[in-house]
C-alpha cells in the first residue's frame, strides 16, 4: 500500500484517501463500542463509507501480511533462532528450544445452523478455535484459524502443514548445525520440531524437573491471546451475533498487535529480556502515528469543539 488508498476500486462510486486517514478510521472503529453514528459524526463522512472503509482496510491489510501470519519466515531467521533459543535456555533446561505453541478456545453466540459443528463439550459453549505460535520476543510469530470449536486442538497443526514449514525454518542438522524446536502441551505429538511434557507415569524426577520448568515458561503463548483479548474486548463477548466477521477478525488483529508489542515491548519480551524491537517498514510507522493521531483526537480536539470534530474531513 502506497500513500493513498483506493476504495470500492472498479465501482462508480470509486474513491480514495491518505493512508493515514483511512488506518484511523480503521483503529478508531476497532474501539468497543464503536457506533456507526457516532463514527459518522466524527469522520464526517456516511455510514456506508466507513462501513466499507473499515472492511476494505482489514482485507487489505490482512493479504499483504497474511503469509507472514500464518508462519513468519523471517521472524524465524537463523540469527534470530539463536537468540530465541538462548532466551528460553535462561530459564529452562531445553536446549534449541525458540518459541511455544498451542491452541485457544474463543467462545461466539450460539449459531442458528449447525450448532453441532461448534460446539465444545469441554468448554461447554460453542466456539471456534485457534493456534498461535509465540517467540520469546512476544510476536505471535504464527496463527492459524479459526477452525471448528469441535475439533482437536492439533488439527490445525497438521492442516495447516505447520510441521513442513518448521522443517524448512528450524533445521540446520544438513551443515552439521542444531535442529531447532517449539514446545506445546501433550495434545501435539513430539517429533524433530516439537517437544512435549514427559509423561508423568514413566517420568523420573529430573524430568519431572523439566516439565515444571518448562510449563513456567510456555505460560508466555496463553498471555498473548490475553493480550489480543484485553486490547480489542469486542473479540471476547460471545453475545456478538455476527460470528462470521467476529471470526475473521481474530486473527487479523494479530497483524496489529505485532507493531504494537514493537514499540513498548511486551510482558512476554521483557520475562525474556527481549525490550523492543525495531519496526523496519514505512506501514509500521504509518500504523504508530495513525494511532498517536487518533488518541489525539478523542482526547483533545472533541470535547472543546464538535463543530470543529465534525468538518475536519468535509
Request: net charge neutral; hydrophobic share 40%; aromatic share 14%.
Amino acid at each position: 500500500m502506497g500513500d493513498i488508498v483506493y476504495f470500492r476500486e472498479g465501482t462508480p462510486s470509486e474513491f480514495s484517501l491518505p493512508i493515514i486517514q483511512a488506518l484511523m478510521i480503521l483503529l478508531r472503529g476497532m474501539v468497543f463500542p464503536a457506533r456507526s453514528a457516532d463514527l459518522s459524526l466524527l469522520f464526517g463522512k456516511a455510514k456506508s463509507t466507513l462501513s466499507d472503509i473499515f472492511h476494505e482496510m482489514i482485507e487489505k491489510i490482512y493479504f499483504k501480511f497474511y503469509s507472514a501470519l500464518r508462519f513468519d519466515y523471517c521472524q524465524f531467521r537463523e540469527s534470530n533462532l539463536i537468540r530465541f533459543s538462548r532466551a528460553i535456555r535462561e530459564r529452562s533446561p531445553a536446549m534449541n528450544c525458540v518459541g511455544f505453541i498451542d491452541g485457544t478456545f474463543n467462545k461466539m453466540a450460539r449459531s442458528i445452523v449447525d450448532q453441532d459443528g461448534v460446539y465444545n463439550g469441554h468448554s461447554r459453549g460453542h466456539g471456534l478455535k485457534y493456534q498461535a505460535v509465540v517467540t520469546p520476543d512476544g510476536i505471535t510469530s504464527s496463527i492459524m484459524g479459526p477452525d471448528s470449536g469441535r475439533n482437536h486442538d492439533v488439527r490445525l497443526y497438521h492442516e495447516g502443514q505447520l510441521d513442513g514449514m518448521m522443517g524448512e525454518a528450524f533445521d540446520f542438522s544438513s551443515i552439521n548445525g542444531p535442529c531447532y524446536y517449539l514446545y506445546g502441551d501433550s495434545a501435539y505429538t513430539e517429533s524433530d520440531h516439537m517437544m512435549i511434557p514427559y509423561k508423568r507415569q514413566t517420568a523420573d524426577e529430573q524430568e519431572i524437573a523439566i516439565n515444571k520448568s518448562m510449563s513456567d515458561v510456555r505460560i508466555s503463548v496463553e498471555h498473548e491471546f490475553a493480550h489480543v483479548g484485553n486490547l480489542w474486548g469486542f473479540l471476547k463477548y460471545s453475545q456478538i451475533s455476527d460470528n462470521v466477521v467476529k471470526s475473521n477478525l481474530t486473527r487479523k488483529m494479530e497483524t496489529f498487535i505485532s507493531f504494537y508489542i514493537c514499540q513498548p515491548g511486551s510482558e512476554t519480551g521483557l520475562k525474556f529480556h527481549f525490550f523492543r524491537t525495531r519496526i523496519f517498514s514505512n506501514f509500521g510507522k504509518f500504523i504508530q502515528l495513525s494511532i498517536i493521531l487518533t488518541c489525539f483526537w478523542e482526547q483533545w480536539i472533541r470535547p472543546f469543539n464538535d463543530t470543529i470534530y465534525y468538518n475536519i474531513f468535509l
